[in-house]
């Protein structure tokens, strides 16, 4: 019976964890989008900056770089929260694999990156391979209804 409410409770987990993600990805890329229509401005705002440094034009180029590896790193990993998101709530094999990756790179996001991949690490790093078979077989031997099935 307690084997029975971990595995209720790890699947409970793991939805939470999958609708967490698939907002995560959303708004990660939200804010790719928004880091791409304000290009322009923080073009501006940096240039700004650069009076009075001997190389105006390479510092110029250097942020040029950094802000668009700012920006694809944005994307990739809202797309990467997205299909971890997807994944967890259809409860595919490499849920647990996509989610893990997205919880390592999310760890620099500060703050809902961190929070979010602090909390996957911890809810699927001790999943086991007995754990998530016994998952799996939990959720095919309950009805359409979520009663569990009885045999005799």
Request: glycine share 8%; hydrophobic share 55%; proline share 3%.
């Amino acid at each position: 019976m307690a084997d029975h409410n971990i595995v209720q409770n790890l699947s409970k987990q793991l939805r939470i964890l999958g609708v967490c993600w698939l907002l995560y990805g959303l708004l990660r890329v939200a804010a790719g989008i928004w880091l791409i229509f304000f290009s322009n401005t923080a073009t501006l705002m940096f240039g700004a900056l650069l009076n009075r440094v001997p190389n105006p034009f390479a510092m110029m180029s250097a942020f040029h770089l950094a802000y668009g590896f700012l920006i694809a790193f944005s994307i990739v990993l809202g797309i990467l929260g997205f299909l971890a998101g997807l994944s967890l709530l259809v409860d595919q094999r490499v849920g647990r694999t996509v989610t893990l990756l997205a919880a390592f790179l999310s760890l620099s996001s500060i703050p809902l990156g961190t929070t979010l991949g602090i909390y996957s690490l911890i809810v699927l790093l001790p999943v086991t391979l007995a754990t998530r078979n016994s998952i799996q077989a939990n959720r095919h031997s309950e009805n359409l209804r979520g009663q569990p099935v009885t045999t005799t």
